[in-house]
């Protein structure tokens, strides 16, 4: 995937954003990346996106099931944190990989996130597997809008 | 660095309260000039952040592996009041009693190098690793709860080990006091498959040789079952899997609005607390005892299998190839224990992030058969360097609230260890040493690498100065199995 930017001195020019990058020089024993969005709903999709590129690669998921989410929390951060941290529990209750994310969510006194997460079983024959992920972190977590574009820090327990 | 250290005494430094507004108490860690030098300067500010905590008693503390974590640095020490002070899962870590096993052997490295990709095989089979991996073990909610509560009693009483395994455990493999209606139906579903798993990232199982010219303690190595040149142990490291993890983010979150209530202000949210003796406090540190038994009852069925595969490769009773316990230790925990502060002896909640209890001979705490020598302490390798059994001493418990270290430490970022070598490759290097690998993941496996650690010797050589556990063997690896 990847986010388009204006033009710029009237020139069509389109750049690539990664949708995500890890961050390799802070919490070296765990996993830090930053993720992106255009929008808020964007943001959330990359950063699960990022969570599960750790543990797998995720050419070799194939999103034949569909596991629904429902969460509702007071400020973004912990909406976000809620969102990863309800992922990995799915991970291993339903032994899934996740590979494609969808997301809505909506402010009203708080803010409600309607997602679903499309993977399969986990199948060490099948899947090129990585490094489990035990646990999304509040340390550095942040969540910020700059330039229309949204961005996350997130670090992981390896 | 961004902080004023000064060496106290040889392997000390110290960072006075100067140095951060909110510190209670100095920051010590622990190390050789050129182990302070290396480490990363998060150790520095997440050390500092530590004595900032309310209740904290004489210093907190970061071992020589001591490395960036988040919260607390791994290799923190920290201990609190049981009154005044807090509880914070960030000192614990989300894998609650993480720890290490060492198992011996009557085989010498003659007997099982053989038949060793054989026996890895096998148990590469029996004891599940890698992403979600499923243990064997079928519970139901009931009986993982019993589990929650008995420990290693719990595997005994099902047949998976034997009644002396328990006095080889710290704790006995059960501590009192596990709230299973503190924990969380999602922590419950999280964790009521893996039983008997081994997870991923670092941890390990591993078959040794013990280094024959390498014993430093020959009386401790003799209590601890070293008796024949090129002996074969058995480590491992794991911990409470997916059921700890979660407990870990429940309380986080529990705790993030707990704080508020209670008026605590922490540097880093990962630092998230509550008073100990707080409803949440007791809560958490209830369903907190849950994680650490069943980590104990994690390694305890791993044990089953390993004395499984070894019978059926060697065609022996586990019995007759003395496949003993040597020690299990936690090295991710809260525990209650007692101090002398300011002259008086006084609990308190010591919380080990990253770092070994190593009390010494004749503490009552210690299980008898121990007792006179002192405490196991298990110090992991990385897979190319080998490990430690070391002992606790007296002067951890004066110096360093009864803990040592845990292992070697990271010093490079996974990617970086991923860049540097291909999996495959370092399984062939390695394979040419005489070490045979089984891992479900080749990326797993160059995250691992060698180069990717501290040197253990230096780390080792540290604690052992300080006079903070005292070396007695080194383990080198044959056969090395990940997640």
């Known amino acids: ?158 | 660095m961004q902080y004023k250290i000064h060496k106290v005494k040889e392997g000390v430094w110290e960072i006075p309260t100067s140095e951060k507004e909110g510190m209670l108490v100095p920051a010590r860690v622990l190390g050789t000039d050129k182990l302070i030098k290396e480490m990363d300067d998060g150790v520095f500010n997440q050390v500092t952040n530590v004595a900032c905590l309310p209740g904290i008693q004489k210093y907190a503390l970061c071992m020589p592996d001591g490395h960036w974590g988040y919260g607390f640095p791994i290799g923190g020490v920290a201990a609190f009041e049981l009154e005044k002070g807090v509880i914070s899962p960030g000192g614990i870590g989300f894998d609650i009693n993480c720890g290490m096993r060492l198992v011996k052997t009557n085989l010498t490295l003659e007997e099982v190098q053989p038949k060793l990709p054989q026996l890895l095989d096998k148990i590469f089979y029996s004891v599940p690793a890698g992403v979600g991996c499923k243990g064997f073990v079928k519970l139901t909610p009931n009986q993982f709860r019993e589990i929650m509560v008995e420990g290693v009693d719990w595997c005994i009483e099902n047949g998976y080990g034997w009644k002396e395994d328990k006095e080889r455990i710290e704790e006995y493999g059960r501590i009192a006091g596990a709230k299973p209606d503190k924990v969380s139906k999602h922590a419950l579903q999280r964790g009521m498959e893996q039983l008997g798993t081994l997870g991923s990232g670092n941890h390990y199982l591993e078959v040794q040789v013990a280094l024959t010219d390498q014993v430093y303690y020959p009386e401790a190595a003799q209590v601890f079952g070293l008796d024949r040149p090129n002996q074969i142990f058995i480590m491992f490291h794991c911990g409470s899997r997916g059921f700890g993890h979660q407990i870990g983010t429940d309380y986080l979150r529990i705790f993030g609005d707990a704080m508020r209530r209670y008026g605590i202000k922490i540097l880093d949210r990962e630092l998230a607390c509550a008073p100990f003796s707080s409803p949440e406090g007791q809560d958490y540190f209830g369903a907190m005892l849950c994680a650490a038994n069943s980590a104990f009852a994690n390694r305890q069925v791993i044990l089953h299998r390993i004395r499984e595969a070894f019978s059926e490769v060697f065609k022996k009773d586990p019995q007759e190839l003395g496949l003993d316990l040597v020690y299990d230790v936690c090295h991710n925990i809260a525990k209650i224990e007692e101090y002398q502060i300011n002259g008086q002896s006084q609990k308190l909640l010591v919380h080990r992030k990253g770092s070994t209890r190593s009390f010494g001979p004749n503490r009552p705490e210690v299980t008898e058969i121990y007792r006179k020598i002192g405490q196991p302490v298990i110090v992991g390798g990385s897979m190319e360097t080998g490990s430690f059994l070391l002992v606790g001493t007296e002067t951890a418990h004066q110096e360093t609230f009864g803990s040592t270290c845990h292992g070697s430490g990271r010093t490079m970022s996974r990617a970086e260890a991923r860049r540097k070598v291909r999996g495959t490759e370092l399984k062939e290097k390695m394979e040419k040493k005489g070490i045979v690998i089984r891992s479900v993941s080749m990326s797993g496996l160059a995250e691992e690498a060698g180069f990717a650690y501290k040197d253990i010797s230096e780390v080792v050589d540290a604690v052992d100065s300080l006079g903070i556990s005292k070396k007695v063997l080194q383990l080198k690896p044959i056969g090395n199995l990940k997640g």
């Open chain 1, 1 to 158: 995937m990847s986010l388009k930017t204006k033009k710029k001195k009237g020139k069509k020019k389109t750049s690539r954003i990664q949708p995500f990058k890890f961050l390799e020089k802070i919490a070296i024993a765990d996993a830090a990346f930053e993720a992106y969005g255009k929008t808020l709903e964007e943001l959330f999709v990359n950063c699960a996106k990022a969570t599960f590129d750790v543990m797998a690669d995720l050419e070799t998921v194939t999103p034949n099931q569909a596991e629904t989410v429902k969460l509702e929390n007071k400020t973004v951060e912990d909406l976000l944190f809620d969102w990863l941290a309800e992922l990995i529990y799915l991970k291993d209750y339903k032994a899934m990989l996740f590979k494609e994310f969808s997301v809505k969510v909506q402010k009203n006194t708080n803010y409600i996130l309607e997602g679903e997460a499309r993977g399969e079983n986990i199948n060490q024959s099948k899947h090129n597997l990585r490094t489990d992920v035990k646990a999304v972190t509040y340390h550095l977590f942040e969540v910020k809008k700059a330039y229309r574009l949204w961005k996350a820090k997130v670090i992981l327990d390896i």
